[in-house]
């Protein structure tokens, strides 16, 4: 017997309307691109940001709805300083955004005999503060929708797998978790949500390049450990749009690790 | 700094979407609160080389009690 009380729960979950704006970076692949496709099938206008036009194009031409799927091209290395900005020109072109998905990121792993200065900042730089740039502009009370906007971050398991060779992106994506949870309690008073997800392996160009820094036998060993294979872009889309939509509105300051038992 | 530009620099770092006057008591500015206190203290520290203290700002009743403190001299 079907309820009637969830049947229309079930319904609502993650669903959006084309006031929706979302801002999701990193779109042009893996993870990024499966949540603004996701976002925009489900009803919201997807505001997509990444390095490559033409994948972003492609990514367009793929979405259940183009004409609500716009496309902007931008490198977030360059000019990092005023992603601030960014974020209100894109206010001002498509309108107040709603929401807000950082993706892109670089994973590098690096043991402690090889870390240097250069490779930990441009780390630190694309998975923090990258993210807490995206986030000051559309934290900006003219630049979102207000009440019921939500921000989410992009961090990874390494952040408390606490494996060899991740003491650089490990403490990164560590700290983008603290700050989630410090944005969660500064911006509550605004009706702001901010949580993060944590996946573990993806199938994504991302998660390709991570386990070719694996011989064959920690590759097969790491394989091994997830009970429930590598995860697909699409699991970790389905719990971005949850947390991004009115369903999650008593959601905020947490993480969800998606990482198929592999933790 | 002159005042125009601290007026705007202002209006920024509190996210109001009303221009700022110097005369307009700062309680009747919704966005100040406790967390736009602490930017203005971080503010001017980093544009002014300020170092003020919470108990200065609390002092200031107006708009323009902030300029004269931040973005004079």
């Known amino acids: 017997m079907i309820c009637m009380r969830c049947s229309a729960q079930a319904e609502s979950l993650a669903a959006f309307t084309r006031e929706n704006r979302i801002l999701v ?23 997509a940001g990444g390095r490559s036009r033409e994948k972003l194009e492609a990514a367009k031409a793929e979405s259940a709805a183009p004409e609500h ?8 290395l360059e000019d990092t300083e005023n992603l601030p900005l960014w974020v209100k020109s894109l206010r001002e072109k498509y309108g107040r955004l709603s929401g807000l998905a950082p993706c892109a990121g670089e994973a590098s792993v690096v043991p402690l005999r090889e870390y240097d200065l250069a490779t930990a900042r441009r780390c630190y730089d694309i998975n923090v503060h990258v993210p807490l740039l995206l986030a000051r502009g559309f934290a900006d009370r003219r630049n979102n929708a207000g009440a019921g906007a939500s921000i989410l971050f992009m961090a990874s398991a390494a952040a408390t797998a606490d494996e060899p060779g991740l003491c650089v992106y490990g403490a990164a994506k560590g700290a983008l978790l603290t700050a989630m949870r410090v944005l969660a309690k500064e911006l509550g008073p605004q009706r702001i949500r901010v949580n993060a997800l944590a996946p573990g392996i993806v199938r994504t160009p991302m998660g390709e390049a991570f386990l070719h820094f694996l011989d064959d036998e920690a590759r097969e060993k790491e394989l091994a450990a997830y009970p429930f294979g590598l995860g697909e872009p699409e699991d970790v889309a389905n719990m971005a749009a949850f947390l991004l939509s009115a369903a999650a509105k008593w959601i905020t300051g947490q993480v969800v690790v998606m990482d198929g038992g592999r933790y | 700094m002159d005042e125009n530009s601290f007026l705007t620099l202002l209006q920024d770092t509190l996210q109001c979407e009303e221009a700022l006057r110097p005369e307009l008591p700062l309680a009747d500015v919704p966005e100040w609160d406790s967390l736009a206190a602490m930017a203005v203290l971080a503010l001017g520290s980093r544009r002014f080389g300020r170092k003020l203290k919470l108990t200065q700002l609390r002092k200031a009743v107006t708009v323009g009690d902030l300029y004269a403190l931040l973005g004079t001299g």
């Not at chain 1, 692949?29 to 925009?40: D, F, H, Q, W």
């Not at chain 1, 799927?69 to 977030?76: A, H, N």
């Open chain 1, 25 to 47: 970076t990193g779109a042009s692949s893996g993870i990024g691109r499966a949540i603004a496709l996701l976002c925009n099938r489900l009803g919201a206008t997807t505001i």
């Open chain 1, 69 to 76: 799927f716009c496309v902007e091209p931008r490198d977030l």
